[in-house]
């Protein structure tokens, strides 16, 4: 199956300032994806690349095998975008809004996006600027579903949301998934909800990308390795190092793959998701992937 | 689009409307009262005077105040401050161009549709009042000097509309905010209107030489050139050519009768001279500047379509 | 309405997929779901608990794998096991009264409640795992 984002050595800059660089990651199709990394790492840019809103600067990014730039109606129709903070037209009732859908998008489910409103409870009156931002996100979220996308990007859609309001937006975008096959690439910080929610991961830190891959492939592939007290050079044979702590009396080495024999006075444990991502995000360099080969369209 | 269109920039569309259907409101009365016969004694020209009824005084009191002739000179600037200059950039400064430009229409059409419509709707309300102007003006008789009202007439108003409009947009997008954008429209149309108006309008075309020897011409009641644009003031020249003095030469025919006066600055190869711009060549000169602002409307309106599609970010 | 309602705990370390088997083994176990009953649909179950539909599948996938549940087309995910109808009294008296020996035990040996309770977790996730392997 074709990958709903791929790209291979975009770069974006900004004046003098790079906020992407040498980006290259393919996510498979079918998957809810996770964007994650500290802010200014170049989520909102990558999203925005993918979503056509901006111009790579240098490598290329491709939706369902396409350049945004090149087949603009093409990918408008099959991708859906939730900014970050929702942008909407404030003095728009939420019918306006949804008529706003209807009018500039050709395969809109005028009935299947009323029906999803109802069943929140969202009145049809109201105006966007009065609603509580649960109501707003899952109109949001509404709006991004009503022209059936193949594809859904949302820039920190729940990170403004009390953790009620999390849920909701959770359980209507996993239902929504469940019924179209959509896939999805959200950024988030929330690591919690990534675990429920997200089968596929992306890690990326100043700019770079330091892991892409399955989740539960990562999980099974990270161990955190207690022992005594090991010198810098020191490594386990086989394994790749990704952070190394050192207290008086005692090391642990979060690694990556399996070690055959753990040597005595170790002891081997398995990293919960948060860590994992939060033991990239301290060491930047670490991490390095191949490059895909891009599929062509 | 259009319903879109509508939605996002009613409010500005109803103040457009409201505006508009005060000065034709103001303009109808006008040129209904005109019309109409029977005027107070002591009207200073018969041509064109108003009755003294409700109507004919409400109708005085509109021509006494103005108002609707400099509503007509700024309304351009107005439309392309308050419509133009927010239509893109109050998207970019709310970010709500991440949401329209993610829908299932390109940037091209977005524009576009937006731009047509706007134009086609103010550039007809703007047709309309100036049509009227032309009208009321008509309708004054004999005093009637279209020059005086040069701004205020069609097809000028829809020209200058027009380029305001584009301005505004082009600024809007380019500076991404409304209230620096419309500054920016404001003072660029007003400069370039101004510029226009008081260096350029008056060459289009070479003035005429009104030459005389009478010096009641001085008055500036030139029956023979009526509803003319007297470009300076009268001055006298010698037989070369030469300005003199016009102290020394009114000085020199001082005692004199009109009739010797006349003949006197015959002999002395005296003329009293004034530039000028004929009557007839008053809607020459409105299509001349009206070609110039269209001109420059379309190229900000090239400018404005290439900085959205491409630039934007 | 579905009908039975899964819940999933983030801190027990258990992966989700397996906490979804588990939840419908007890139900099987404790007689609420019986031969011939409809599981909820994955897109119900995505939508009660905010999973992954991938997540769903996969352990009803593993179910039948296992044989309990048989997945048909269109129609839904049907539970086939004949377990018998749940002894849940009798079982629960028994386990219960082997837990309070345990307990006391681990009392009269200075074992504090905390440390009680993560050897009984780990032991709990190991079991669990193996099981389902």
Redesign the interface.
Known sequence: MISPVQATGLGKRYGRTWALQDYSIRVPAGRIAALVGPNGAGKTTFLHLAAGLLRPTVGEVRVFGRSPQEHPLLLLDRVGFVAQDTPMYGDFSVADMVRFGRELNSHWDQEAVETRLQRLNIPFDRKIGRLSGGQRSQVALTMALGKRPELLLLDEPVARLDPLARREFMQGLTEAVAENGTSVLLSSHLVADLERVCDYLVIINGGRVQVAGDIDELLAAHRLLVGPRTHEGDRPPGVEVVRAQHAERQSSLWVRGKVSTLPNGWREEPVPLEELVIAYLSVPAAGTLPKPQLEVA | MIWVTWRQHRLEGAWSLLLVAAIVLCLGIVIYEAGHPGCPAGARNADFCLPNNAGGLLAQQIMRFNLVQYGLVVLPALAGAFVGAPLVAREIENSTLRLAWTQGVTRTRWIIAKLSLLFILLMCAAALVGILEVILINSMGSQANHWNWFDQQAPLTVAATAFALALGVASGAVIGRSIPAMAATLIGVVATRFSLAVFARAHYMSPVLFTSHDPNSLNGTLGATPAAWWLDEPSFRDASGQTINQIDALSQIANLSPADAITYLRDHGISIVQYYQPADRFWTFQSIESGILLVLTAALLGFAVYWVTRRVT | MALVEFH?D?TS?V??YVQLIQQVQQALLFGILKSGDRLP???EV???????????LRAYRELENDGLVLSRPGLGTFVTATIPPAVAPANYRLLRADLERWIRKARARDIDDSQLAALFAHVLRENAEEVVA
């Open positions: 999933l983030p370390g992966s989700y649909t994955v897109k995505s939508a009660q608990v905010a999973l992954n539909p991938n997540t769903v």
